[in-house]
């Protein structure tokens, strides 16, 4: 099977899906799609994506857009202890937690930030703090968002929660933190955007 990930060593969204497929084993090539030459708003990236966004997960033509649907496809089929029966729901809910809190968070003021995106900075800043002080709160009782032990949650949220600080929010979160530790301390971890490389 050839299996290929494009992405974009910008993207923290690109990054969690290189996270999972590295921490998970999975044997694939990686793409680097050009952002700021606007590559991803014109063919044949469109062709893969009309929506013209990164990551893109191609596995022998079947073609997979959006992040959290190439991770929770990833660990379906290659890391069912990423993701266990019994707590598809409470892993669900973490991975829209990513898409809709942290997105329009972190992401948000991030992309003003970082790379000159206008938003609503104020709201996006607020909307990012609310979403931190939900994970601290989770994480001061587990050691992980779901059960026991690490889950694709963990490695869904972990991308945004890692960028924090570019989209400038600042704070004192030490459960969230030693989280973060334990994340990298996983073996195959590779920091953004360091993880884009291989």
Known sequence: MCTVLYVSPLSANSYRAKLVLDLLGVSHETRKVDLRTGEHRRQPFLSLNPLGH???LDEDGRIIRDSHAIV???AQRHGKPWLPDAVH??????L???A????????????QLHFG???NLEAAQSRATKAMGVLEARLKAHDWLVGDSPTLADLA?????????QAGIHGAWPALEAWSRRIEALPG????PHAMDS
């Open 54 to 56: 990164v990551p893109v």
């Open 72 to 74: 929770f496809h990833v």
């Open 89 to 94: 729901a409470e892993i669900l809910q973490w």
């Open 96 to 98: 829209f937690f990513d």
């Open 100 to 111: 809709t809190e942290l997105h329009h968070g972190i992401g948000l003021a991030r992309n």
């Open 117 to 119: 995106i206008p938003t």
């Open 157 to 165: 949220c972990y991308p945004f929660v890692s960028i924090r600080d």
């Open 189 to 192: 971890f590779r920091s953004m």
